[in-house]
């Protein structure tokens, strides 16, 4: 490895910019840290030029939201045949289309909340008997766009609200309980990680303000229900042929039943995000996390 030109991506036009500067950056000091022939490359539309020019022969993806998690990226890379890191063109699409991915949830029998689809421009009420609600994008991520709707008042405002970022939204049953995250390590389930933001939102807020949020890592849950939710992540993860990494937002109920809600191909990837906060409860440093990244592209890629 340390005879390739690697080229982190990050930034790009996404709503999710700043956050993938961050993510890539930390990847980027990751990857010099190891010795390893890494640049910097801020997403526009001259990347493929700049991918030649540089020889670059293998891509870190830290890029989050659309084009970057959304399959176009992939299919570019694919196309200048240089591997790159996490999943391809039509598991990223998948993975990023929330209406997709929780249709084939629902007829592989991976539990996901009851939910309706709503389109921009059509007289739209609450399509459950009562609230709380939850409406938000199909293919925003960094929980832009969502709200949760306690009350009849609050409908119209949150449709308005994601009906911004989207044509079409989805409205979903709110599971009351405990907010956890799987990440997912080329065919391994890492440690249960437990959200408990202080504003009882994770919102975006919650997801990237210091001392927002709180986290138990490992989650203190019996045995058999921690295999049991890693398990359902490890599905959603193959399910959407997802490969590299990811990560699975879920909810708990009171009785403890597992939901998914979503499953993010390119997760934060800062020292203090999810993803490598689950991995170093493994026993996997920042570097190593970014180090196996990068050989499981290649072996991807070799295949």
Avoid: W
Avoid at 2 to 15: C, D, H, T, W
Avoid at 71 to 82: E, K, S, V
């Amino acid at each position: 490895m340390k005879n390739r030109r690697i080229a982190v991506l990050m930034g790009g036009p996404s709503s999710e910019r700043e956050v993938s500067l961050k993510s890539g950056n930390c990847v980027l000091n990751a990857l010099k840290a190891a010795q390893l022939n890494a640049t910097a490359f801020d997403v526009n539309r001259e990347l493929p030029d700049m991918l030649i020019k540089e020889k670059i022969d293998l891509v870190f993806i830290a890029l989050h939201g659309k084009p970057g998690e959304d399959g176009t990226i992939q299919g570019m890379l694919d196309i200048l045949n240089i591997p790159y890191t996490g999943s391809g063109v039509l598991a990223s699409a998948l993975s990023m289309d929330k209406i997709a991915s929780k249709r084939l949830f629902q007829i592989t029998g991976i539990p996901t909340p009851e939910f309706r689809v709503m389109s921009k421009g059509k007289y739209h009420i609450n399509p459950f008997e009562d609230f709380p609600i939850v409406i938000k994008p199909s293919t925003e991520g960094s929980t832009i766009g969502v709200s949760i709707v306690k009350e009849e008042d609050e409908f119209e405002k949150a449709l308005e609200t994601a009906f911004r970022y989207d044509d079409n939204i989805i409205c979903e049953k709110y599971i009351d309980g405990k907010e956890i995250t799987v990440g997912i390590l080329g065919e391994e389930a890492l440690p249960v990680i437990e959200i408990i933001p202080k504003s009882g939102f994770y919102d975006f807020n919650a997801k990237y303000m210091k001392k927002s949020t709180d986290f138990i890592v490992p989650a203190e849950l019996q045995e058999k229900k921690n295999a049991q939710i890693k398990q359902i992540a490890l599905n959603a993860h193959k399910v959407l042929g997802c490969s590299g990494m990811s990560r699975a937002d879920m909810k708990l109920d009171s009785k403890l039943n597992p939901y998914v809600l979503e499953i993010n191909t390119i997760p934060g990837l800062t020292e203090t995000s999810l993803l490598p906060k689950a991995a170093q409860a493994a026993g996997i440093s920042f570097r190593e996390l970014c180090l196996r990244l990068l050989d499981l592209a290649i072996k991807k890629h070799e295949k």
